[in-house]
Each structure stands twice: as C-alpha cells, then as structure tokens.
C-alpha cells in the first residue's frame, strides 16, 4: 500500500476520534488531542499546553518509511525531539501499533488499537499518582537537583561543599539502588528461565548461575591428595590469618612478611539526614508551586524516574513473555 493511501487511511480515522479524545505520548506520556485534520497536516494541542502544534505530512511519510522498511519497526527511542505525537497519531492506522514493552512502532497483522485513553482516566491518574516510597527515589530527586544547581562537567570549577554533597548524595544513591536492584532480582529470578533472556524497553536480563567452591578440611584434602600421589608440600600454603595470628606473638614487624602499599580515598564519614529530609520536600513544595520552565523540565525528569522504576518492578513471567 503506498503511503498515499495510509496517509488518507490516517486522516479518516483521526476525523472519526470524538472531540474529547485524548491521545498519549509513547516515551513522556504528555496527554494531547487532535484539534483538527487537514489535507497536509494534523493539529494537535497539548492538554497542559496553550497552542497548536502542526503535525505535517512529510514527517508522517518519513516515520512509516522508517516502519515499514522491513527491519522491524521504528525504535521509539530514535525518535526526534518533539516527533513523539508523530508515533502516537501515525498509530492510529489500523495496521500499526505501538509495542510498550519492545518500545517499537511496528507494522502489525491484524488491527491494532490506539493509544487513545479517557480525559477523565488521565485526569484521575495524575491525581492517584504518588511517589514510590523507597530511598532510592528521594536520593535520585536530591542528585537530580544537585546536578540541575551545579556543572558537574567541570569538577574542578564546584566548591568543596558542593562536591561533598555531590559525593555524598551519589555514595547514597548507589547503595539505595543495588539494594533495590537486588530486591529486583530477587523477584526476577522466580520468573525467568535459564537460557531465555526477557526483554524490557531498556534492556534484557537472563537467568544465569555461578559455582562457588570451598575446600573440605585440610586433612580429608591432602589424605586424598597424598593417595593420588600428591605430595602435601606441593598444595601448602601461607596462611594469611595464621601469619596474623603470629605476628601478634613474635618481635616481626607487619613489613618482615608484607609488601606494604598506601593509598588515599574518600570515604563518607556522615549523612545529615535532617537537612537531605527538608531539602528534599523543599523541593517538592517549590516544584508544585512553581510553572517556569526549569521547573516542568524537572518535574518531567522526576515523571520519567518514577516510569522507570515502574517499569524495573513490572516485569511478567517469562512464561508470560514468551507467549
């Protein structure tokens, strides 16, 4: 089918949507509509948004190009800055579709559904919506304002405070995030099989194992040993603990028996979390006060960290991702 036909395909089925409809982004998840269909161009107007975006037919043609190359599908992530209400109208054609968990925009077989949802489900959502109530998050919100108040491109133009916060703030994170990540794991291990990866929109994770040895004792290994023809002298060792142990009842110095190297390294000594507690919901209040523009900009990156995590604790079975 050429292009010529979807394209009047798509117009058709975006002047049949009811005025009310609301369409979605794929990766922001910005709630819009279509405010008008025209022979070159689609209108839309974001709902948080005064204006008109013109969505022109070119880009439409370049986009289903793209889709229907025979390589898959589109990665959502390729998509250009702005271009996201492109994939979320172009999906509107009954043979294309947008797949979440893949993060594609691909042909389809049968027909698909749109990413059309209520105004008043979208409405209800982001009044449910509430912040997941695990440490990582409130570090990664605290990080994140570090980052947006301070260049850390050049470390060596921040002040020491600064860099102690950064520091300290990124040892938390860390720590916060393997100890969810391990969490993750936990759950995901119950759910994967062994040689069948699952993929999610960022990455895929496979089941896996690791063998860990430890000796018999000492007299039951060089017995058998000895009764293979090993010589016990050939596996002896230096014990480290045991050298420790000596050292403590001899006149030897730690420099008789070891090579002895010195490094410094930060270490954090303490957290203050009275302060990270008030400047973290500082910032909650300022960002629910405020409308600037640096303050949406954070706000969406607060959104898209809050998605991420949903998607990290999503996962289905690999039976469930298999079928």
């Known amino acids: 089918m050429t292009f010529n036909a979807s394209w009047h395909n798509l117009l058709e089925n975006a002047e049949e949507l009811p005025s009310d409809a609301t369409l979605i982004t794929p990766l922001s998840r910005k709630p819009f509509r279509i405010t008008d269909v025209q022979e070159h161009r689609i209108l839309i107007e974001y709902r948080d948004d005064d204006g008109t975006v013109p969505l022109q037919r070119e880009k439409f043609e370049t986009l289903y190009e793209h889709v229907t190359d025979g390589w898959g599908g589109f990665d959502l992530d390729?998509?250009?800055?702005?271009?996201?209400?492109?994939?979320?109208?172009?999906?509107?054609?009954?043979?294309?579709?947008i797949d979440d968990r893949e993060g594609m925009l691909a042909e389809s077989e049968t027909p698909a559904s749109s990413r059309l949802v209520d105004t008043h489900e979208v409405e209800r959502d982001a009044e449910d919506r509430e912040e997941p109530d695990i440490p990582v998050y409130a570090d990664a919100l605290l990080l994140v304002d570090t980052l947006e108040r301070h260049d850390p491109t050049d470390?060596?133009?921040?002040?020491?405070?600064?860099?102690?916060?950064?520091?300290?703030?990124?040892?938390?994170?860390?720590?916060?995030?393997?100890?969810?990540?391990?969490?993750?794991?936990?759950?995901?291990?119950?759910?994967?099989?062994?040689?069948?990866?699952?993929?999610?929109?960022?990455?895929?994770?496979?089941?896996?194992?690791?063998?860990?040895?430890?000796?018999?004792?000492?007299?039951?290994?060089?017995?058998?040993?000895?009764?293979?023809?090993?010589?016990?002298?050939?596996?002896?060792?230096?014990?480290?603990?045991?050298?420790?142990?000596?050292?403590?009842?001899?006149?030897?110095?730690?420099?008789?028996?070891?090579?002895?190297?010195?490094?410094?390294?930060?270490?954090?000594?303490?957290?203050?979390?009275?302060?990270?507690?008030?400047?973290?919901?500082?910032?909650?209040?300022?960002?629910?006060?405020?409308?600037?523009?640096e303050?949406?900009?954070?706000?969406?990156?607060?959104?898209?960290?809050?998605?991420?995590?949903?998607?990290?604790?999503?996962?289905?079975?690999g039976t469930e991702m298999q079928g």
Do not use: C, W
């Open 155 to 293: 470390l060596h133009g921040m002040e020491t405070p600064a860099l102690v916060n950064l520091y300290t703030l990124l040892s938390d994170v860390q720590r916060d995030a393997n100890d969810f990540r391990q969490e993750v794991a936990d759950v995901l291990l119950v759910r994967l099989h062994h040689d069948r990866p699952v993929s999610g929109q960022y990455g895929s994770v496979q089941r896996t194992s690791r063998r860990n040895r430890s000796l018999k004792d000492d007299e039951e290994v060089l017995e058998r040993l000895e009764n293979a023809g090993i010589d016990r002298e050939r596996v002896l060792s230096v014990d480290r603990s045991k050298v420790d142990e000596a050292l403590e009842v001899t006149m030897l110095s730690e420099s008789d028996v070891y090579e002895v190297e010195e490094s410094e390294y930060v270490r954090k000594a303490e957290v203050d979390e009275d302060v990270k507690e008030s400047r973290l919901q500082g910032l909650k209040d300022r960002l629910a006060a405020s409308e600037d523009d």
């Open 295 to 317: 303050a949406n900009q954070l706000r969406a990156e607060i959104e898209e960290l809050e998605q991420r995590i949903d998607d990290l604790t999503s996962f289905r079975t």
């Open 78 to 97: 390729n998509l250009p800055p702005d271009a996201e209400p492109y994939a979320t109208v172009l999906s509107l054609h009954p043979r294309i579709s």
